[in-house]
Nanobody, 122 residues
């Protein structure tokens, strides 16, 4: 039974930083596509960053390249999203998601989801 639990959201001023964490459980292989997605009010959900755990390969949406970094700590079963130079348009509910596949491109579907954590940038 896969569970994903996000933490680290909050309110920050433009230009500030936040680090989101996703504690995972029930993932029994090292070959998963893990990702962070977000959905702002009235906006479509978008994948902002993905990481294939088998190789460490990462992918980012153009809107966050150079500002966000996705990483994993296998010992802690935790996925992170370091967000720097935050902008008001980054305001959204951020979700951690996982799929048991090496295909880890922007726009793929995910089977497992966390409950989300709110990020507000003013």
């Amino acid at each position: 039974h896969v569970q994903l639990v996000e933490s680290g959201g909050g309110s920050v001023q433009a230009g500030g930083s936040l680090r989101l964490a996703c504690l995972t459980s029930g993932i029994t292989t090292t070959r998963y596509c893990m990702a962070w997605l977000r959905q702002g009010t009235g906006k479509r959900r978008e994948m902002v960053a993905g990481l294939y755990t088998g190789s460490g390969h990462t992918v980012y949406a153009d809107s966050v390249k150079g500002r966000f970094t996705i990483s994993q700590d296998r010992a802690k079963n935790t996925l992170y999203l370091q967000m720097n130079n935050l902008k008001p348009e980054d305001t959204a509910n951020y979700y951690c998601a996982a799929r048991g596949s090496a295909v880890c491109n922007l726009g793929v579907d995910f089977r497992y989801w966390g409950q989300g954590t709110q990020v507000t940038v003013s």
